[in-house]
T-cell receptor, first 115, second 110 residues
Framework: ETGVTQSPTHLIKTRGQQVTLRCSSQ?????VSWYQQALGQGPQFIFQ???????GRGNFPPRFSGLQFPNYSSELNVNALELDDSALYLC??????????????FGDGTRLSIL | SQQGEEDPQALSIQEGENATMNCSYK?????LQWYRQNSGRGLVHLIL?????REKHSGRLRVTLDTSKKSSSLLITASRAADTASYFC??????????FGIGTKLQVIP
């Protein structure tokens, strides 16, 4: 069973640039959620994709966008980067369609630093 | 914003002692989940307790849930140095919506 993998592991960008983060979900999982975790804080929900459709969004501006592909892998895109976007970005996969939240399996994240 | 809050925010104990962490949440839930995070790594799912359950065990872990008080606790018995990590509760309300608390940082001293 392949776990959740994220790439890249670290990334340094400057203000105003754009970034794409990638996530491969655990085999058999059809749902991917993205979280932003600032230093010393808990993960904050960005959005979730279920079978290639957005299935809920947290309190993040439209410059945070995403995609899910037919193989259930996913991308997180952030435009017009700001200093406050510096954080660990976590991807989690789970099995959706059950009507209730299931345990999520997390990748080790992408550490994004904005200069 | 974070829905839940863990208490205490930091806890330091000796190896072999028990560690208790508490969590409060604000809205009704379908289930509550506990996760562990080692420094710089992703979160690892520990245990899920449904809203109609009051207590659940898994190995050295014991979780309780009080929906009338909107609170949960995680007990780790006979702690080990390897238990050193941050622990988060996550309340699951609507379909696939999971909201994390701010975490408890546990240090187990050998």
């Amino acid at each position: 069973e392949t776990g959740v993998t994220q790439s890249p592991t670290h990334l340094i960008k400057t203000r105003g640039q754009q970034v794409t983060l990638r996530c491969s979900s655990q085999s058999g999982h059809n749902t991917v959620s993205w979280y932003q975790q600032a230093l010393g804080q808990g993960p904050q929900f960005i959005f979730q994709y279920y079978r290639e459709e957005e299935n809920g969004r947290g309190n993040f501006p439209p410059r945070f966008s995403g995609l899910q592909f037919p193989n259930y892998s996913s991308e997180l895109n952030v435009n017009a980067l700001e200093l406050d976007d510096s954080a660990l970005y976590l991807c989690a996969s789970s099995l959706g369609g059950t009507g209730t939240s299931q345990p999520q399996h997390f990748g080790d994240g992408t550490r994004l630093s904005i200069l | 914003s974070q829905q839940g809050e863990e208490d205490p925010q930091a806890l330091s104990i000796q190896e072999g002692e028990n560690a208790t962490m508490n969590c409060s949440y604000k809205t009704s839930i379908n289930n509550l989940q506990w996760y562990r995070q080692n420094s710089g790594r992703g979160l690892v799912h520990l245990i899920l307790i449904r809203s109609n359950e009051r207590e659940k065990h898994s190995g050295r872990l014991r979780v309780t849930l009080d929906t009338s008080k909107k609170s949960s606790s995680l007990l780790i018995t006979a702690s080990r140095a390897a238990d050193t990590a941050s622990y988060f509760c996550a309340s699951a309300g609507g379909y696939q919506k999971v909201t994390f608390g701010i975490g408890t940082k546990l240090q187990v001293i050998p």
